[in-house]
């Protein structure tokens, strides 16, 4: 017999209250759509100039694309880099430094290059720098998890224009990731020459170059007057350094920016009725999950973990945490993915959940710590949840640590369960399953090698059809066993004045800032 939460209503509505005096911005991943603009087109606009004014969350730790994972400092990326291919509208791949690539064997792809492309210091692109940047990508502990396969040893420079980019075995999402603004090619010369001074002056290929870094304040870019490809429709772009969620607004409604990332939650509704701006938004490729410790007791008994996932109710636990902006989540990773299979979510029934933890041998319920680390998502998710488990007689305490503490304390596996969502680097199962691979530290623990045997027989075929059956598998035995709870899938937004035109919303949260314009 279900039971619909009430006990814990009054908590929940307080928290709202709360949050919504609080005004705070969206959460940053703990480990990461369709678009509301009517406007936006992904084609390049027509030359106009002026100025590009961008207001970000937080000054970026670096631009080099292998030195940090932070998605704001990306967007940057796209004006300063170049990848061997894109994509078009339709997902198809297309050449852009690269004008062919073929795989001779599984474990071969063959890359030639365009010969009229020149770096912001005049120096020719060659294979010597694509090779230097696969190499550099995948000794980064930023990117080497979605750079795994490939073999620096036997990738072979055949001459300036052409390269045999080897695997370490099959990997299906290859071109996934050569695609990704993450496979940023980079300067060998320049790089190696001043390692220190490429994080903040990086020397890239693409249509703007950096000219001044002004800490805590800006960051200006000037457009490369030598660009191979079709120049942006900016002269110059700016990047505002604006910490506060509140005071972003504030710029974007007064004009002080063109583009505002991050809105806070409380401020949607206030540009979405402002006829002068517009909200750029969509479901993101992460996903919020609910992770037990499956090394130890109690959460190493899967009827434990039934019934914690059927106490809660996911409905109310979403609107209340993410404050109406998410969606719960039915899947192990986006529904917009290869091979997304509805698996939920589970059904709330407390009664159900009492009869579970009674044949656990765990009749009166038990007790113990939740940990997390000091936000408003994860306090108020660390609220609801210890009020639902209160429901079938499980007493919750809740430790508020800081990030450093927590991190080390999910890594060596001290966590008993927690709220974790980690970015997803590209939009593919191989990449939006990261938590699950056996040997990951975090605090998952499941130690299932029929897991790990789907999640390498998923990546390693190059047959579209094969890898959705793998998944699908996947899926299932994910489901059956309650190993983690699918949570929620976050919504994220940026704010845009209504004349700024081609800023469209990517699933990675990593807009192609190339094809914007203004007026």
Known sequence: MKKRFGRAVA?????????????????????????????????????????????LPGEPQSLDPYAHSMYYNFMAATLIFDTLISKDADGNYIPELATEWEFTDDLTLNVVLRDDVYFHDGSQLTADDVKFTLDTAAASSFSSSIFAWYDPDNTTVIDPQTID?????????????????????????????????????????????????????????????????????????????????STRTIELETGGVDIAVDMAYSDWSRIESNPDLVLVSGRTDNMASLVFNNSIEPFNNILVRQALAHALDLESLVQVCWEGTAEVAEGYYASSMLGFKPEGPREYDVELAKELLSEAGYPDGFSFTYTTYQTNL???????VQSMWAEIGVDVNIEI???????????????????????????????????????????????????????DAGSATYDEAERVAIYEELQD???????????????????????????????????????????
Not at 379 to 384: D, I, L, S, Y
Request: aromatic letters at 10%.
């Open 378 to 384: 994860n306090q108020t998710f660390a609220q609801v």
């Open 165 to 245: 980019i080897k695997l370490k075995y099959a990997y299906a999402a290859t071109l996934e990731v050569l695609s990704s603004i993450r496979s940023a090619i980079v300067s060998k010369a320049a790089y190696e020459a001043d390692p220190t001074s490429y994080t903040r002056t990086p020397v890239g290929t693409g249509p703007m170059k950096v000219e001044n870094w002004y800490s805590g304040d800006r960051i200006e870019f000037v457009r490369n007057e030598d660009y191979w490809g079709e120049p942006v429709a900016f002269d110059t772009c700016t990047f505002r350094i604006i910490v506060e969620a």
């Open 477 to 519: 035995y994910l489901y059956s066993m309650t190993y983690t709870v699918p949570v929620a899938y976050p919504t994220f937004a940026f704010g845009a004045a209504a004349d700024v035109q081609g800023f469209n919303f990517e699933t990675n949260q990593i807009p192609d800032l190339t094809t914007v314009s203004v007026g």
């Open 11 to 55: 908590l929940l509505l307080a928290v709202v209250m709360v949050l919504a005096l609080a005004a705070c911005g969206s959460e940053p991943a703990a480990d990461p759509a369709e678009s509301s603009d009517p406007a936006t087109s992904g084609e390049t606009p027509a030359v106009t100039g002026g100025n590009l004014v961008i207001a």
């Open 401 to 455: 640590v800081d990030l450093a503490t927590f991190t080390d304390m999910n890594n060596s596996g001290q966590l008993t369960a927690a709220l974790l969502t980690p970015s997803v680097a590209i939009s593919d199962p191989s990449a939006a399953l990261i938590l699950w691979p056996i040997d990951r530290t975090i605090s998952l623990r499941h130690n299932d090698q029929h897991i790990q045997d789907l999640l």
